[in-house]
């Protein structure tokens, strides 16, 4: 059962738009919440991460919004770019330990 | 963050043998993980490597098929045994820096014929 949803599996976005991916946590255990990028071939990098008692946090053009009661979060790309064509994982965790959603494959259409 | 290298990067193995991952990490690290990602999957955790002890196993992960060692602070080691093809995945080490930051490494992509 995997303790982390995540929507949409994949979506377009063109050259300057917003990608906006969304997860939800059952567990409010967790205390830590990140988002990583995958390349193919390549490892998860993390991107940026949150703690449940911020709502909003900003780095560059990547935003994460947490909505504790409704235990939910989501990660807009601002000014989507070709070079963010990848794979994004939302995660959670508790005891340093990650639960992952299921990701979201990104294509920026130039 | 962390460098963090993984050996080796790819490999082919035929079924019934196993394969022994390497991850070693440039800096004294206390937390260390070993996680799977399935082909066109998330990522699952496996273990805990724990330094000076047994590593602690995942709900359907078990030593005798995935045994780990953690000799140091900078060093761990994942088999992969009996293989099948269903273990035909990525396998991920991670390292946890500061209070909670993880890192990955690159992988080690691994196909069982």
């Known amino acids: 059962q995997q303790q982390v949803k995540q929507s949409p599996q994949s979506l377009i976005v063109q050259k300057g738009g917003i990608s906006i991916i969304n997860c939800a946590y059952e567990n409010t255990a967790f205390d830590y919440f990140p988002w990583y990028q995958q390349f193919p071939g390549k490892g998860p990098a993390l991107l940026i991460a949150i703690r449940p008692d911020v709502s909003e946090k900003k780095e560059g053009r990547f935003t994460i919004s947490f909505n504790k009661s409704a235990k939910q979060f989501s990660l807009h790309i601002m000014d989507s770019q070709p070079g963010d064509s990848a794979t994004y994982f939302c995660a959670a965790s508790k005891d340093y330990k990650l639960s992952f959603g299921a990701g979201t494959t990104v294509t920026v259409r130039a | 963050s962390a460098v963090i290298s993984q050996k080796p990067s790819r490999d082919i193995c035929q079924r019934g043998t196993s394969l022994t991952i390497q991850c070693q990490v440039d800096s004294q690290v206390t937390m260390m993980f070993w996680y799977r990602q399935q082909p066109g999957q998330s990522l699952t955790l496996i273990a805990t490597a724990n330094q000076g002890s047994e590593a602690t196993y995942e709900s359907g992960f078990v030593i005798d098929k995935f045994p780990i060692s953690r000799p140091n602070l900078t060093f761990s080691t994942l088999t992969v045994s009996n293989m099948s093809p269903e273990d035909s995945s990525i396998y991920l080490c991670?390292?946890?820096?500061?209070?909670?930051?993880?890192?990955f490494g690159q992988g080690t992509r691994l196909t069982v014929v």
């Open positions: 991670s390292v946890v820096l500061g209070s909670t930051e993880a890192f």
